[in-house]
Structure formats: structure tokens, C-alpha cells
């Protein structure tokens, strides 16, 4: 079974501070996702990376995958309320359908 | 396009009752899968199906059974439902296989009592 774990769990900081969370494995992964989810809705997609090394940005956001294809992290510059929420990783096996094995997630709370 | 749809949203059984989750979708997408996210946890798969008529299941398929007659439905049934059941169960779909993004529906929140 391919473990994702997620650091902080928790993380509760200033509006306008700078924070980074982390996803890591032993596993290798053919790609990775990170998820935003609101209380009471579903997981929403915010990237996919796929090559080793690769980064990406999203407007104050900014993802990275490890060299070796185990590990992420996401990157929030200047924090703001509407950034609060559940962050998810999740990676890609490669099995034939490659499901998703997600990690426990970070609860960002971005106070104003 | 309506997405990802589930129903009911909240529902409350008792102890060995039965229930079908509902979850349809109109993107024609071949992928759908079953996920039950747990307080603090992330979400783990319990079904998935790559296409009408085909089923398999994920990490934690004991207690639930899926069936695909159609692109558009995946149902999920639970014959005797126990307290171990407790969750929110998403159910999600995408065009190709998990390297593609997956459309995640609004939940059903299961207590069992």
C-alpha cells in the first residue's frame, strides 16, 4: 500500500504570512494532484504535476515535485482568508486505472 | 452541466439496515469512483469502474458493493450497515485514469446508529 503523508495537519496563521506544506512517501508516483476542499463540498483540483523537479504556479501558489517523484510541497505567499480550507495531496499509481491514494491532509485556517 | 450529483445528502440507519447511495454524472466521463473520508483522514477508495459493466475494487471494499449499468450511475450499496460505516462518502469521476483530474460530487454524510 503507497502511504501519502501530510505536514502540519493542522496550521492556523496571520492573513498576509507565508507558509509551505509538505507530502511525502517512500513510494514513487507517476504524478501527483493537490485537492482544496471546503467544509461540506467535494475536493476540488488545483494542480497536477507530473515530472520529476517540476514546478507550477497558480497565482500565490506555488507546487513542487520532488526529484525522485516522492515527495510535494505547496507554497502560499502572502496568505489570504479565502485561502482557508483542507488541502489534499494525492498521487498516481500505475496500476492500469492508476487510482489515487490520498494523503490525510492539511486544515489551513487563514485568520483576517 | 450538472457535474457530479449524489443523493441523499444526509441520511441516518440503523444497525444492519440496508441503503443504495446514489451518485450520477453527466460528462460522459468512463472513470467513476466511491470514496469515504473519515474525521481528520484523507479519502480512501472503496469501488472504482473504468466503463459501464466493469468494477473492481479499491482499499477498503468490505462492507459495500457497485454496480455499472450505465455510464452516467454509479450506485453504492450498503447490505448491513455498522457503526464502522460512519463517514461522508464522495463519489467522483474522471475522463481517464487517476492521472486526470477527478470531478468530485457534494457528499453523503452516513451516520449509523
Known amino acids: 500500500t503507497q502511504l501519502l503523508e501530510q505536514s502540519p495537519q493542522f496550521l492556523s496563521i496571520q492573513e498576509g504570512e507565508n507558509l509551505t506544506v509538505y507530502c511525502n512517501s517512500s513510494s514513487v508516483f507517476s504524478s501527483l494532484q493537490w485537492y482544496r476542499q471546503e467544509p461540506g463540498e467535494g475536493p476540488v483540483l488545483l494542480v497536477t504535476v507530473v515530472t520529476g523537479g517540476e514546478v507550477k504556479k497558480l497565482k500565490r501558489l506555488t507546487f513542487q515535485f520532488g526529484d525522485a517523484r516522492k515527495d510535494s510541497s505547496l507554497h502560499i505567499t502572502a496568505a489570504q482568508p479565502g485561502d482557508t480550507g483542507l488541502y489534499l495531496c494525492a498521487g498516481s499509481n500505475s496500476g492500469s486505472a492508476r487510482q489515487l491514494t490520498f494523503g490525510s491532509g492539511t486544515q489551513l485556517t487563514v485568520l483576517p | 452541466n450538472a457535474g457530479v450529483t449524489q443523493t441523499p445528502k444526509f441520511r441516518i440507519l440503523k444497525i444492519g439496515q440496508s441503503m443504495t447511495l446514489q451518485c450520477a454524472q453527466d460528462m460522459n466521463h468512463n472513470y467513476m469512483y466511491w470514496y469515504r473520508q473519515d474525521p481528520g483522514m484523507g479519502l480512501k477508495l472503496i469501488y472504482y469502474s473504468v466503463g459501464a459493466g466493469i468494477t473492481d475494487k479499491g482499499e477498503v471494499p468490505n462492507g459495500y458493493n457497485v454496480s455499472r449499468s450505465t455510464t452516467e450511475d454509479f450506485p453504492l450499496r450498503l447490505e448491513l450497515a455498522a457503526p464502522s460505516q460512519t463517514s461522508v462518502y464522495f463519489c467522483?469521476?474522471?475522463?481517464?485514469?487517476?492521472?486526470?483530474?477527478?470531478?468530485f460530487g457534494p457528499g453523503t454524510r452516513l451516520t449509523v446508529t
Open positions: 467522483a469521476s474522471s475522463y481517464r485514469d487517476g492521472t486526470y483530474e477527478q470531478y
